[in-house]
């Protein structure tokens, strides 16, 4: 709805009129009639001449005087607002006991809201289980589960494989520390907790575990077989040969002669290497020739992973390098002297060296071999040979 200074501005430019054109004709000051446009009633002496002048100024426009009175006065009466005291609903103070009445209802309502979102919170806080609120340093074994361990099992050595029940242990020694294996579960599958958390494995499933928490696996296990009716199962656990020990090495124009018992009389190696000796005769496995050549000359290795498998080698004296090969997976090295070998699961690896099968161990054994050539003194020839690490 257009306002009255909208209406007299609208009108006079219909009309082609000017300020002081109407001015001229009206006698009405040019001050008024910008005043009525712009609806600045506050410079006019008084209201009975903000009446006139718009009665005139909106007959000279062809504007109804008396309807533009009547927006006048209701523009007056909306400016002006009614009293604060007959706007508000007059009421009673309330009586100082009502008061104090619903103070304490509200200190009541507020007591209970406490107590029903604060205090349960606190009391779980403090009812929280013994193994979930456990200091800094406990092991996560202990935080997760309290299990009464029937028989601890220590595995110390290279590989440990035997029937455990439920609720069994092994002890894992790594580098002086003991880590628990617990078996806390056999059904559909078999659940062991270990420092680091838990896992669930199937029959004829493999993993591998870190214990001590610094992100690299230090035991492969093998679940050999299920048992749900007896509670039992055949687990088989591995683990590398950690080290070779140190290599002594060759005097200046000397070959160094291996130390492998398996390695024949009068044989020399071209690169000096330490292979150690075997802990107990049936650990003794002897040197496989894989071929023979007047002088040495490169060699490939290749390999097709059966199994799953943690492989680690050394190239020619190169950096050792580690991974773990999956099922259907295959490695391809070609070496000028010599490789060292060492793999979690031999039955898992199917190699051969210049066409040249080759057996690294049976499945579950923890093999440890070196390629490399050797000078035989009395055949007069050079051998490259699989040989024994221990």
């Not at 609120?133 to 440990?160: C, H, M, P, R």
């Not at 003794?284 to 943690?310: H, K, Q, S």
Request: charged share 25%.
């Amino acid at each position: 709805m257009e306002s009255i200074g909208q209406k007299l501005v609208s009108a006079r430019e219909s009309l082609g009129f000017s300020i002081e054109q109407i001015a001229r004709e009206t006698n009405i000051a040019k001050s008024y009639l910008t005043a009525l446009e712009t609806e600045n009633y506050d410079s006019f002496p008084g209201e009975t001449y903000v009446l006139g002048f718009l009665r005139n100024y909106s007959e000279f426009l062809g504007l109804d005087p008396q309807e533009m009175i009547n927006l006048y006065h209701n523009f007056r009466i909306q400016e002006q607002p009614a009293p604060m005291e007959e706007l508000l609903v007059q009421r009673k103070p309330l009586p100082r006991g009502a008061v104090i009445a619903i103070l304490v209802i509200l200190l009541l309502a507020i007591g209970a809201a406490g107590y029903f979102l604060v205090y349960p919170n606190f009391i779980a806080g403090r009812n929280t289980p013994a193994e979930e609120t456990a200091e800094a340093g406990n092991s996560a074994l202990e935080k997760q589960v309290k299990i009464a361990v029937k028989n601890t099992y220590e595995f110390a050595d290279e590989v440990l494989e035997k029937r455990f029940d439920e609720n069994d242990a092994v002890s894992v020694l790594i580098k002086e520390n003991s880590y628990q294996l617990v078996i806390a579960e056999i059904g559909g599958k078999a659940r062991f907790i270990y420092p680091q958390g838990e896992l669930e494995m199937a029959a004829d499933e493999e993993a591998l575990l870190d214990l001590d928490g610094d992100s690299s696996a230090d035991i492969r296990l093998l679940l050999r077989s299920l048992n749900p009716g007896t509670g039992s199962l055949v687990l088989h656990l591995d683990r590398f040969v950690q080290s070779e020990g140190p290599r002594e090495p060759a005097a200046a124009g000397t070959p160094a002669v291996a130390e492998s018992p398996a390695a024949g009389a009068g044989t020399e190696a071209v690169s000096g290497t330490n292979t150690g000796r075997a802990g107990a005769p049936s650990r003794v496995v002897d040197t496989f020739v894989i071929r023979e050549a007047e002088e040495t000359e490169p060699f490939t290795l290749n390999i097709i992973f059966r199994g799953y498998c943690l492989f680690r080698y050394e190239q020619d004296g190169g950096e050792r390098v580690e991974r773990y090969f999956h099922k259907g997976e295959t490695f391809r090295l070609d070496a000028d002297s010599a490789v060292s070998l060492r793999a979690s699961n031999a039955g898992a690896l199917a190699a051969k060296v210049n066409g040249v099968d080759i057996s690294l161990g049976g499945s579950g054994a923890v093999t440890a071999r070196r390629i490399q050539w050797e000078y035989n003194r009395d055949r007069s020839v050079y051998e490259l040979q699989l040989v024994p690490v221990y």
